[in-house]
């Protein structure tokens, strides 16, 4: 019944056909009804005020505006939910602590790199894979228009720590003054880690479940933006930086 709900088309008179399909119900008789046919059933009902009402999973609002019409032309009582208008206030909240913390974090990573390198510069770019790899996240949770939800949180702090750890390895080579051959080879393992990271997380942006797209297309966008900066970005501020030409080094 669900199923073919969600997948109707609502008309002015759709109503009134569906109550010329069920009409001989009563008349239908089962020896023994299946249990998971009678879980479902009981799952769709609830009491609420001594009063029994039928809940129905609506996915879109559009086709919750039909049924409105539908019913009140009928003054049946329905009372229509809308998960994410009720939960606005909560989401947003939410969405404001998840970025604080995670720039906390980013501030913490940064203050440990600048511990460790005494370098301001060098802190900087071992941090920018990360930074981009968040800025990549939360733009993927913008333009898939269904907000910054936990799947997101979970993608970007995984972005900020994989990120973090490829600008790290590339601003060691320029801190250290490797050879060109140690840089080709470092800037090689990057790219083989975040191609395989790509294609671990990027199979589930094809799943139809939210959650598991949020995380994979999350993932997906994040580990190309980190791996793009690190390569290319990290390399090109250092060497204008730190006047280090790889060419007299082979």
Known sequence: FIKNLENSDFTNNSFDNWLKMIETIDELTISVVPEFIKK????????????????????KRAKAQLIKKILEKHSVEFNIIDVLEDSKNGLVTYEKNALFLLSISLILIFLILLIFFKNLIFAFTSTLPGLTGLLSCIAVSYFTNNGFNLMHFVSAVLLIGIGVDYGIFVTVVYKNR????EFYLTLQSVLICALTTLIGFGVLSLSSNY????????MLIGILSALIT?????????????????KEYK
Do not use: A, W
Not at 178 to 181: D, G, I, P
Not at 211 to 218: A, L
Not at 239 to 244: E, N
């Open 40 to 59: 479902q059933f009981d799952s769709m009902f609830v009491k609420i005020d001594n009063r029994e009402y039928l809940i129905i999973h609506i996915y």
């Open 178 to 181: 490797y050879s060109h051959k």
């Open 230 to 246: 690190s390569y290319y970005g990290v390399p090109f501020i250092l060497s204008k930086i730190t006047k280090y030409d790889f």
């Open 211 to 218: 959650s598991i797209f949020s995380i994979g297309s999350s």
